[in-house]
């Protein structure tokens, strides 16, 4: 064990340590800040700038034996850029593991560490992919469900209004009937016109009453419609 730490290279922890901190932090809150500007250059020099600092700390590392740490960019280019792009991008990320990697002894170092990151990164790239597809085909389906809501929400709507409607005119014409029928007959039976404008009047006041509830009903149906989206999440 000895023998073993001797032959350890000396690693620069007074760099590897603040670089680490800054690879990890960069691939925390400048993915997240490039993902929401969806902006190509923000995204190219994002993703430029990482694989640069997972470089050196590979060069300030044991031997080169942190490659590994390169991978997440394959999935972000996936994620952040367009496909020739995120395609350059993983072939970059390849040729920085290979780099590094030793596997089976019997092959050329180039072939076998060419194979093991593009096996890496082929992994990662097919995992992301259809992980977006999953999360692209669930908004969607968010979406529809929402837009199918809305619709139906309309459609309640808009059938109330015209009951609202038929209501209203079925109470305005019986009324106006009775209102005639009084001015009709006012003058030669009183008792009669005023049983008619009595008539009349509880008419409106069911009407009235009958539309109220109506818009109640209306009020609620709209309360419903935007509370909807809160009970999706």
Same mark, same amino acid.
Request: charged fraction near 15%; hydrophobic fraction near 55%.
């Given at each position: 064990?000895? /023998? ?8 620069? &922890?007074?760099?590897? !340590? *603040? #670089?680490?901190? @800054?690879? =990890? $932090? ?25 694989? /640069? ?8 590392? &044991?031997?080169?034996? !942190? *490659? #590994?740490?390169? @991978?997440? =960019? $394959? ?159």
């Amino acid at each position: 064990m000895i /023998a073993a730490a001797a032959m350890m290279p000396d690693v620069s &922890w007074a760099q590897l !340590l *603040p #670089l680490s901190a @800054l690879y =990890l $932090a960069l691939g925390i809150w400048g993915f997240d800040y490039a993902r929401r500007r969806s902006s190509l250059l923000i995204s190219l020099g994002y993703l430029l700038i990482e694989f /640069a600092l997972g470089m050196r700390i590979n060069a300030l590392a &044991w031997g080169g034996s !942190l *490659p #590994l740490i390169l @991978l997440p =960019l $394959a999935a972000q280019a996936v994620i952040l850029l367009p496909r020739l792009l995120a395609a350059a991008m993983c072939i970059l990320v390849i040729a920085g593991i290979s780099g590094n990697l030793s596997w089976v002894p019997a092959w050329p170092h180039w072939l076998r560490n060419i194979a093991q990151a593009t096996a890496a990164v082929v992994f990662v790239v097919v995992y992301v992919g259809v992980a977006q597809r999953e999360r692209e085909a669930r908004q969607r389906t968010e979406a529809l469900s929402a837009e199918v809501a809305q619709l139906a929400a309309a459609n309640e709507r808009n059938r109330m209004a015209r009951e609202i409607h038929d209501t209203l005119g079925h109470y305005l014409t019986i009324i106006h009937v009775q209102l005639e029928a009084a001015r009709a007959v006012i003058s030669s039976d009183a008792e009669r016109g005023m049983l008619a404008v009595t008539c009349a009047q509880a008419l409106a006041k069911d009407g009235l009453a009958a539309v109220r509830q109506s818009v109640t009903a209306l009020m609620i149906t709209a309360f419903a419609t935007r509370l909807s989206p809160w009970r999706a999440r």
